[in-house]
């Protein structure tokens, strides 16, 4: 009776669950994302191997965030962990110009395992989002360090999710 209390009390008040993985290049700022998203505060991190989970509870949506690991050697078993995931956050150093093209690579590696993915076509500037005509997609300026931008993507990803578009 608990658990179908719980349930139709979830759908009348608009909680939902939602799994999240968090992907990019190593040294990214993935896991420092995560941990100020989660407490608020920055915290001294070390490189990720394998995934941290950890779940966020904003703006009535309990997120099930997946930081996995950006290594070389890692990125190959990141599509292990696309079945049952509502959204990707897409990590870009944006000072680490030496590596962007990588990020992009590794990008494009992404949406060609999804079904239904954009081509290179579809695809322009850097990392050529612009384009994405089939997909919703938002850039957030942020800095994980400050706090800045973070809250704001978060909004934009739970109204997504919220109409519908998740």
């Known amino acids: 009776m608990g658990i179908v209390f719980t349930k139709l009390f979830s759908s009348l008040f608009g909680n939902k669950e939602a799994r999240i993985l968090v992907l990019g290049l190593?040294?990214?700022?993935?896991t420092t994302i995560l941990y100020r998203l989660q407490m608020g505060e920055v915290v001294s991190t070390i490189p990720t191997i394998g995934?941290?989970?950890e779940t966020v509870q904003y703006n009535n949506i309990k997120f099930q965030v997946w930081d996995l690991g950006g290594q070389?050697?890692?990125?190959?078993y990141w599509r292990c962990y696309f079945p049952n995931t509502q959204a990707i956050i897409y990590v870009v150093?944006?000072?680490?110009?030496?590596r962007l093209v990588i990020a992009k690579e590794e990008f494009h590696a992404i949406l060609e395992d999804l079904p239904g993915a954009l081509d290179d076509a579809a695809?322009?500037?850097a990392l050529e989002l612009h384009k994405i005509k089939n997909?919703?997609?938002a850039?957030?300026?942020?800095?994980?360090i400050k706090g800045e931008g973070l809250f704001e993507?978060?909004?934009w990803l739970s109204n997504t999710l919220k109409s519908g578009g998740g």
Not at 72 to 76: K, L, V, W
Not at 93 to 98: H, I
């Open 93 to 98: 150093d944006s000072s680490d110009v030496d």
């Open 26 to 30: 190593d040294n990214a700022g993935k």
């Open 123 to 125: 695809v322009t500037e």
């Open 72 to 76: 070389t050697s890692i990125r190959p």
């Open 153 to 155: 993507g978060l909004d």
């Open 51 to 53: 995934f941290n989970v």
């Open 135 to 137: 997909r919703q997609w």
């Open 139 to 144: 850039i957030f300026k942020t800095s994980a």
